[in-house]
């Protein structure tokens, strides 16, 4: 019995042991779920968006039940679309800047040299902005609008440095060039193609570039697997409809062409015909012979062929547009002005801008008719015709080399953030 007792004792003494040296207190045991708790798999938390723009980094506030959480970061596919388009921009902008080199090294140079060196702002600066603008083919009226609101934010010292007028002035030329495409708005640039077929009627006068733009644009949709007439409206000369069956070729673009010398009108309404008979053609093109502006016949007859292309499809044409040569300023603007009274305008198509040192008639054009420039030729080749962007046009226009620099820079470091 009292062997029996001893046993017991020593065995309690054992297994109290165990308990006291062998096995570590709880608050040192590692939890079972340990290994595998989801706090171990998550990163490291991401800092604030707001630090990467240089705010000071703070520490987020929970959001109370059923609010939204502030800021969400963008999805990587989000953030890639939103790189490409930045990157689509930049080389539009570098593209348009490099057409636009005579004028920006002309009428943006002249104005540029105004500030050079210049911090405080002398009032006497508007008038040399004036001469720089008069001759620079912007207008006496444009000219002036422009001059009076610089005036009024001078006054009211909301323009206290160079960097300011500069700013202002580029703010003008964005308020004027944003001409909607149609009632009720819309994005200027390009053709809109809501028929099938679209039906588009290139007028203007003698060599501005009618035939090229249509060749142009038809190189253009074709690329983009689109059906394509042209009619060939020009029927006094035998080299117009050449020049026009020579795109085609290049192009494989149909044909349509009447008599040497026959009606205009009647090559407008069988093309029409035909184009709308056509389930493959997307987009017709009638091409007229150049006219005076000035001469009431010449007027009368585009007149017509407008007429004979809307008996052939009720509410064609859909575009009509009028070619402008950048080259002859003013002129431009008076032929423009008489065309939109004869024809109802949807746009101009501005031509040889690579070949003028001013530029400005852009401005006037689009101030004093209040029609969307849709188009900008910038050359003589096939992909020299750029669709006409307020923002971007702007943008080539007004940056400064150190200001595209920085621009890149600023978007380098949000792209890969
Ligand atoms: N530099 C430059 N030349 C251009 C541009 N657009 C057209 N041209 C040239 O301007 C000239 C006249 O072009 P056309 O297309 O024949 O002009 P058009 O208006 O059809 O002429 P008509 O049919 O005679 O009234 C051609 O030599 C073209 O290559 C442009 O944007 N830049
Ligand atoms: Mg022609």
Same mark, same amino acid.
Do not use: C, Y
């Given at each position: 019995m009292t062997t029996l007792l001893i046993v017991l004792v020593i065995a309690a003494l054992a297994i109290g042991g165990y308990f006291v040296l062998g096995r570590k207190p709880p608050e040192l045991q590692p939890a079972p779920e340990d290994k595998e708790s989801p706090k171990k798999k998550l990163p490291p938390p991401a800092p604030p968006v707001t630090a990467k723009l240089g705010a000071p980094a703070s520490?987020?506030?929970?959001?109370?039940?059923?609010?939204?959480?502030? +800021?969400?970061?963008?999805?990587?596919?989000?953030? *890639?679309?939103?790189?490409?388009?930045?990157? $689509?921009?930049?080389?539009?902008?570098?593209?348009?800047?490099?057409?636009? @080199?005579?004028?920006?090294?002309? %009428?943006?140079?002249?104005? #540029? *040299?105004? %500030?050079?060196?210049?911090?405080?702002?002398?009032?006497?600066?508007?008038?040399?902005?004036?001469?720089?603008?008069?001759? +620079?083919?912007? !207008?006496?009226?444009?000219?002036?609008?422009?001059? &009076?609101?610089?005036? &009024?934010?001078? #006054?009211?010292? &909301?323009?206290?440095? #160079?960097? @300011?007028?500069?700013?202002? =002035? $580029?703010?003008?030329? #964005?308020?004027?060039?944003?001409?909607?495409?149609? *009632?009720?708005?819309?994005?200027?640039?390009? =053709?809109?193609?809501?028929?099938?077929?679209?039906? /588009?009627?290139?007028?203007?006068?003698?060599?501005?570039?009618?035939?090229?733009?249509?060749?142009?644009? *038809?190189?253009?949709?074709?690329?983009?697997?689109?059906?394509?007439? =042209?009619?060939?409206?020009?029927? %006094?000369?035998?080299?117009?409809?050449?020049? =026009?069956?020579?795109?085609?070729?290049?192009?494989? +673009?149909? /044909? /349509?062409? !009447?008599?040497?010398?026959?009606?205009?009108?009647?090559?407008a309404f069988d093309a029409t015909t035909k184009a709308a008979a056509d389930p493959t053609c997307d987009v017709l093109f009638i091409d007229t012979a150049g006219r005076l502006h000035t001469k009431a016949p010449l007027m009368d007859e585009i007149k017509k062929v407008k007429k004979s292309i809307d008996k052939a499809m009720p509410g064609a044409p859909h575009e009509t547009l009028l070619v402008l040569d950048a080259t002859t300023g003013q002129n431009a603007l008076n032929q423009a002005a008489l065309f939109k009274e004869a024809l109802d305008l949807t746009g101009i198509v501005l031509t040889k801008l690579d070949g003028t040192a001013k530029g400005g008639i852009v401005l006037a054009i689009a101030d004093a008719l209040q029609i969307p420039v849709r188009y900008v030729g910038l050359g003589e080749k096939a992909d020299d015709l750029r669709e006409f962007y307020a923002d971007e046009f702007v943008e080539a226009l007004f940056s400064r080399e150190e200001e595209a620099t920085s621009a890149i820079s600023a978007d380098g470091a949000q792209a890969s953030a």
């Open positions: 520490t987020p506030t929970p959001p109370k039940p059923g609010e939204a959480l502030k +800021s969400v970061p963008p999805a990587a596919d989000e953030r *890639a679309a939103k790189k490409a388009a930045r990157a $689509r921009a930049k080389r539009d902008v570098a593209g348009m800047k490099k057409g636009l @080199a005579a004028t920006r090294g002309g %009428f943006m140079a002249r104005l #540029s *040299a105004l %500030f050079t060196g210049k911090k405080e702002i002398d009032p006497a600066i508007l008038e040399e902005i004036e001469e720089v603008l008069l001759t +620079s083919d912007v !207008g006496v009226k444009t000219t002036q609008t422009i001059i &009076e609101r610089l005036r &009024e934010q001078l #006054s009211k010292n &909301e323009l206290s440095d #160079s960097d @300011a007028v500069w700013r202002a =002035l $580029r703010a003008e030329a #964005s308020r004027i060039l944003e001409v909607p495409t149609h *009632a009720g708005g819309g994005e200027t640039g390009g =053709l809109r193609l809501e028929q099938k077929p679209t039906v /588009v009627l290139m007028v203007g006068v003698n060599g501005v570039g009618k035939t090229t733009t249509i060749g142009k644009l *038809a190189t253009k949709l074709k690329s983009e697997k689109k059906g394509v007439i =042209l009619a060939a409206g020009d029927t %006094f000369r035998a080299a117009a409809v050449q020049q =026009l069956e020579v795109w085609a070729e290049r192009t494989g +673009s149909q /044909v /349509v062409k !009447g008599k040497e010398g026959g009606d205009p009108g009647a090559v």
